[in-house]
């Protein structure tokens, strides 16, 4: 099929590059005229595993391509709109003012017959509203919700585990889902599950799910900040309720808390749509946990604080970690660089490394050292804090690591390293909601 993919940030590069590689012929289109250069040589403008493969393949192989010139969209058969709808900056709502404006480009050059696709998350009752711009225009609308998690996305869009079809009634609907079942073929004839379901339907599931797993997370971190108290170990806790598959142990990690691009973004516009709908339960229990994963940040840096004699002026600290997660370059909303500035701003100097998202962090943050080398970052630290669970980090020797730093003391805000391990190579070692004897690390998930 010939299909557009309006807006190449990082759910529509994905989104190409996947459509392109089940065969279809896409184009990419975006006003950023600096990163459709870059993709229109093949080249990832963030780090994702696997994408650079598939924008290669697609370059050579001539079904990809990528514009900012929106009249080279006219032959598609489906448009994509895969536009960011970040947070407002005067609220929690959803900003969809890069949307629209991207409907409206797209309107002169539909046809009739055409299907355009919602992918973007959006509060509910956008899509009616998109569906009154395309009066007129013979286009049918169709909502396809996405569920990428980054540093999965690839697999996330060529193995998911659902698609989720928001249709209208009637001979509309059933054409945009008829459209969709083609783009999708591939993964339908693997069996993938597809649900059918109304535009308002459609709109919810994304903020639904992320909000759970934000709900989740801060639940898991509320109960160990009680563990501290009690001197309970929250992994030994979380692992004993995750063997109960009515709860399961996916994202119920205690730890440093969540952040990213999507789940706070999707968490508040949710709470303001609870909000716009008067259901005031959904509300309150949102702002909570929104509440309690500022205070796991928090925390975090108030033990570090302490682990210092009370006063991080001039103390050297490490902080392993920058990027949001493991698996990319992405610093919104960084729980690692929260914390990171946080001490910084206590008068701390503080040296961040991180396996990708140096080069994306260091102009923002002035006040934090970046350093490239691992080795550097750690030379002299009175304090060290893993805030990001890489691989690489994960995998460092704790008794060469001590013969790197000045004072082998290590604050796991992940829970992720081997604390007895760590202890017998002569480090201090911390965990977050850990009795000081706990020392078992807990198994890794993405989030």
């Known amino acids: 099929m010939k ?23 896409v184009i990419g289109l975006d006003t950023d005229a600096a990163r459709i250069e870059q993709l229109a040589a093949g080249v990832a403008p963030f ?16 079904h990809l391509t990528f514009t900012t010139d929106p009249a080279l969209l006219a032959e598609a058969e489906v448009h994509f709109l895969c536009v960011g709808t970040p947070q407002s900056k005067t609220g929690n709502e959803s900003d969809l003012s890069f949307l629209l404006s991207a409907v409206t480009a797209l309107l002169p050059y539909l046809h009739p017959g055409a299907v355009v696709v919602g992918k973007s998350t959006v509060p509910v009752g956008t899509a009616t509203r998109i569906q009154q711009l395309l009066v007129g225009t013979g286009a049918v609308l169709a909502w396809n919700p996405e569920f990428l998690r980054q540093g999965t996305a690839v697999q996330d ?35 993938t599950p597809r649900i059918i379901t109304n535009f308002a339907t459609a709109e919810l599931i994304k903020v639904s799910a992320n909000a759970f797993l934000a709900l989740k997370l801060s639940y898991i971190n509320a109960v160990g900040e009680f563990c501290e108290q009690a001197g309970a170990d929250v992994v030994q806790l979380a692992q004993a309720l995750g063997h109960d598959d009515r709860i399961g142990g996916k994202y119920f990690q205690a730890g440093v808390g969540f952040g990213g691009g999507c789940l706070p973004k999707d968490l508040r516009s949710f709470r303001a749509q609870a909000q716009a709908h008067g259901v005031e339960s959904l509300d309150e229990m949102l702002s909570l946990v929104d509440g309690v994963n500022a205070d796991a940040r928090y925390r975090v840096a108030e033990t570090a604080v302490r682990l210092l004699g009370g006063d991080v002026k001039g103390r050297a600290i490490t902080v392993l970690g920058a990027s949001f997660k493991p698996h990319t370059d992405d610093i919104r909303d960084s729980p690692a660089l929260d914390v ?57 020797d704790p008794a060469h690591t001590a013969t790197l730093v000045q004072r082998p003391v290590m604050l796991d805000g992940r829970n ?20 000081a004897a706990a020392l078992a690390p807990r198994p890794q998930a993405a989030f």
């Open 157 to 191: 869009s060529l193995i998911p585990d659902r698609l989720v079809y928001g249709a209208q009634d009637g001979t509309a609907g059933a054409k945009g889902a008829a459209a969709l079942d083609a783009v999708y073929a591939p993964l339908l004839e693997r069996g």
């Open 416 to 435: 992720a390293l081997d604390g007895a391990v760590w202890r017998a190579a002569g480090w201090e070692y911390h965990g977050v909601g850990r009795a």
């Open 3 to 25: 299909i557009s993919v309006i807006g190449a940030g990082y759910l529509g590069t994905v989104h190409a590059a996947t459509l392109a590689a089940m065969g279809h012929q």
């Open 340 to 396: 990171a500035c946080q001490l910084a701003n206590q008068g701390a100097k503080v040296s961040v490394n991180d396996p990708q998202a140096v080069e994306t962090a260091w102009l923002q943050y002035p006040q934090l050292t970046f350093e490239n080398q691992l080795q550097t970052a750690l030379d002299g630290a009175e304090l060290v804090l893993l805030l990001t669970p890489w691989p690489e980090f994960l995998a460092l």
């Open 47 to 62: 780090h994702e595993p696997g994408l650079v493969e598939l924008l290669k393949e697609g370059h050579v192989g001539g």
